[in-house]
């Protein structure tokens, strides 16, 4: 039986790292994006020397970038079983009224532009009724009331969350399906901009056990 494929979109992050392991002793080979090649990244892919994982530099703020690199993927890998979709900017924490529509531009980007073009680059794929999984990494965020200074990282969640949605309504026919998760606050490099108070008070509603 040939061994299994997953894609995971932003595996440079503390969850991205976890679910690269995670597929890996589950027996997959994993494909993995990052956006950035500096000291850290480079340490990161070193973490995972001699597995069996390939790298591929892509930044979704640059579209036609990021389209030439999942043309490369798909022409190099074909099919693939999972696809995992977790990328976030680096910065998210910013009050509304410092926010211009450039803010809201880059994180809908990411994250909305981002999985359509995920869609499109594996639509022959699904269109062969192939059985293709999609992992969606939302965030607690998105569901009931939201917190301060992230407008535009929660409304490009829920532009996500939306978009999957009709993901899952008009392609769940071809066997796809698709599974969207909503993470609370993890600590992760990502709560390096956070307000310790801020943090605080996540790590108060969400105790341990």
Not at 84 to 110: N, R, Y
Not at 133 to 149: D, N, Q, Y
Not at 179 to 192: A, E, H, V
Request: with cysteine; proline share 4%; aromatic share 8%.
């Amino acid at each position: 039986m040939a061994q299994k494929k997953a894609l995971v979109i932003g595996g440079s992050g503390g969850i991205g790292r976890a679910v690269i392991s995670t597929l890996l002793t589950d027996g997959f080979f994993v494909c993995t994006t990052y956006a950035h090649d500096d000291e850290r990244g480079k340490a990161w892919r070193h973490s995972f020397a001699g597995k069996p994982v390939c790298f591929y530099q892509m930044d979704l703020l640059d579209y036609e970038g990021a389209r030439r690199t999942l043309q490369i993927i798909r022409s190099e890998h074909e099919r693939i079983d999972v696809i995992v979709f977790g990328p976030t900017l680096p910065k998210i924490h910013k009050a509304l009224l410092e926010c211009a529509w450039s803010d809201f531009e880059e994180h809908l980007q990411v994250q909305l532009r981002g999985m359509v073009e995920i869609v499109e680059n594996s639509k022959e794929q699904i269109r062969s009724k192939y059985s293709t999984r999609f992992i969606i990494m939302l965030t607690e965020a998105s569901i009931g009331k939201p917190p301060s200074h992230m407008a535009p990282y929660v409304t490009a969640k829920y532009a996500l969350m939306g978009f999957c949605k009709t993901v899952a309504v008009e392609l769940g026919r071809y066997g796809l399906r698709i599974n969207m998760i909503s993470p609370g606050m993890i600590n992760t490099d990502l709560l390096n901009d956070f307000p310790i108070k801020a943090v605080e008070l996540a790590a108060s509603k969400n105790p341990d056990g």
